[in-house]
């Protein structure tokens, strides 16, 4: 039966992708089903891929800097973001480490990325909250802090906006 909400069926003997981007989220779940999440996450992280997505969710990808200066730039800012999750993450403070006015940074953000900090963050952060989810056994509100979410309701907003389910089920769905 066709399931538009869903990105791989697995019925089984029978295993169905939505489409190229979703046959490697089903070979992500084939990897998880019979090797663990550990596996499936180091694949995903290889890939460039998110670990898990659920059915129905815009896929998050960060996309390749661009090649020309301004992109390269950036290169170094969206490490330093990923590994500052945790702190203040605002387009001023963004824009005055990138040494540009805030409307230029916008600009170059997205014309590097393809979408805005803001959503660049809200999709990291959930990344982050995630792979801690997988591989720690901390409590939902100091995934949350770590993530940069900053309380357990708002990590369980993003988690049914972003993936359609709570922390407790995704938890208990791909915890190693």
Known sequence: MFQPDVLYVDEGPILTSAGSAAGLDLCLHLVRRDHGAQAANTIARALVVPAHRGGGQAQFIPRPVAAHSEGAGLAALLEWMRASLAEDLSVERLAQRAGVAPRTF???????????????????????????????????????????????????????????????????????
């Open 106 to 176: 916008l600009r170059r953000f997205f014309e590097a990325t393809g979408t805005t900090p803001g959503e660049w963050v809200g999709a990291a952060r959930v990344a982050l909250a995630c792979e801690l989810l997988e591989t720690t056994r901390l409590g939902i509100e100091d995934v949350a802090t770590r993530a940069g979410l900053g309380s357990a309701a708002t990590l369980r907003h993003h988690f049914r906006q972003r993936l359609g389910t709570s922390p407790t089920r995704y938890r208990a769905q791909f915890a190693r």
